[in-house]
């Protein structure tokens, strides 16, 4: 058990639409890490959230957009669809300066 | 550009067998590297993780190795057994909080 938490597991949404991500992560874990896995690929770097700010993003459109809140928990966003959205989406937590990252299960996306 | 690279894609082998698995990485400038397992449909497991400064790290039957100047890493199985059926991932961190992944490992250990 990472005690990292991701809802929901599975998602089904059409082109165009938009879907909010939700991860919850352990007690004291300051930094998450949002992460696309398309199949039979390793994950990418969306980007990552430290106290609440924005600390990185990797090469991904504005379209896609997150949240981190004081409480430890945190979103990731994505707006205007598209069918190459479709992938398992992970968040990881860590505290600031260890850079072990603890990832949850993952929210499978499917865009029809 | 960095790019984090797996060889083999997939990999089977009979229990018992002593295996490694390979990464290899464009941009030696990395701050540290993690070996990862990820079964079907789960998320990541972190395995072991190796700071620039050193050259391996062990967990039990596991040994990752790290070669900044040619851009490698190893991670050694011994022993195998169908438990370790899996895949496994390597990533690199550069610039304290960009992970960059290989595309993965695909292990069979058969009984």
């Known amino acids: 058990e990472t005690g990292v938490t991701q809802s929901p597991t599975h998602l089904i949404k059409t082109r165009g639409q938009q879907v909010t991500l939700r991860c919850s992560s352990q007690?004291?874990?300051?930094?998450v890490s949002w992460y696309q896995q398309a199949l039979g690929q390793g994950p990418q770097f969306i980007f990552q959230?430290?106290?609440?700010?924005?600390?990185g993003r990797g090469n991904f459109p504005p379209r896609f957009s997150g949240l981190q809140f004081p409480n430890y928990s945190s979103e990731l966003n994505v707006n205007a669809l598209e069918l190459d959205d479709s992938a398992l989406y992970l968040c990881?937590?860590?505290?600031?300066?260890?850079?072990?990252?603890?990832f949850g299960a993952g929210t499978r996306l499917s865009v029809l | 550009k960095q790019e984090v690279t797996q060889i083999p894609a997939a990999l089977s082998v009979p229990e018992g067998e002593n295996l490694v698995l390979n990464c290899s990485f464009t941009?030696?400038?990395?701050?540290?590297l993690q070996w990862f397992r990820q079964d079907p449909g789960k998320g990541l497991t972190s395995l072991l993780l190796?700071?620039?400064?050193?050259r391996e790290q062990t967990s039990g039957r596991l040994n990752a190795s790290l070669d900044k100047s040619s851009g490698r890493s190893t991670l050694y199985i011994a022993a195998s057994q169908p438990g370790d059926s899996a895949t496994y991932l390597c990533?690199?961190?550069?610039?304290?909080?960009?992970?960059?992944f290989g595309s993965g490992t695909k292990l069979n250990v058969k009984p």
């Open positions: 959230y430290y106290r609440e700010e924005e600390n």
């Open positions: 990533a690199v961190l550069y610039n304290f909080n960009k992970f960059y």
């Open positions: 190796i700071q620039s400064s050193q």
């Open positions: 007690s004291g874990h300051n930094t």
């Open positions: 990881a937590s860590e505290i600031a300066g260890k850079n072990i990252q603890y």
């Open positions: 941009d030696s400038a990395i701050y540290n």
